[in-house]
């Protein structure tokens, strides 16, 4: 008698698709952003700005997925470039908020389209239905995690 009932899928190959996903979408980020000379963490700081900025460095920290930790290096490395300015707080001089230049400004829209793209392919990929699910069941993976915090309050939906 043949077996008609699909493979199991376990717990194993799950991790394992998911971290090889994750290392191919950021190849394939890294690849699009090359001409921009901006790798997938820093492109994930402009995004930030762009949407929450100015904000301090500690906000910026609670709200990337990419970087655990205080992101001060990543800062650094776009401040050099002058993609990113530090100015004064002017509600507590004692803070100093992060906000992207002009020329920052003027690379996250590149940065936006970069990451459209592989967005879509996930779509084309998965479905827009599919998506929604697996999103959903990884927040309640992540939840009561660091990494599930970053993203809820990154993605939250007000």
Do not use: H
Not at 20 to 47: D, F, H, K, Y
């Amino acid at each position: 008698m043949l077996d008609t009932q699909p493979p199991r899928v376990g717990a194993p190959e799950l991790r394992y698709a998911i971290l090889a996903a994750q290392r191919e979408g950021n190849r394939q980020l890294a690849l699009a952003l090359s001409p921009m000379q901006v790798t997938p963490s820093q492109a994930e700081v402009i995004i930030v700005l762009g949407e929450y900025g100015p904000i301090t460095l500690k906000g910026l920290g609670g709200l990337l997925v990419c970087e655990t930790g205080s992101p001060s290096r990543l800062v650094d490395s776009l401040v050099k470039r002058d993609l990113v300015d530090r100015v004064d707080n002017p509600m507590d001089r004692r803070q100093v908020l992060l906000q992207l230049t002009k020329e920052g400004r003027k690379l996250r829209p590149q940065v936006e389209a970069a990451e459209t793209a592989i967005d879509q392919s996930l779509r084309d990929a998965f479905g827009d239905e599919l998506l929604r699910d697996i999103v959903q069941r990884t927040r309640a993976f992540l939840a009561g995690s660091n990494a599930g915090a970053a993203l809820a309050r990154r993605f939250s939906r007000d």
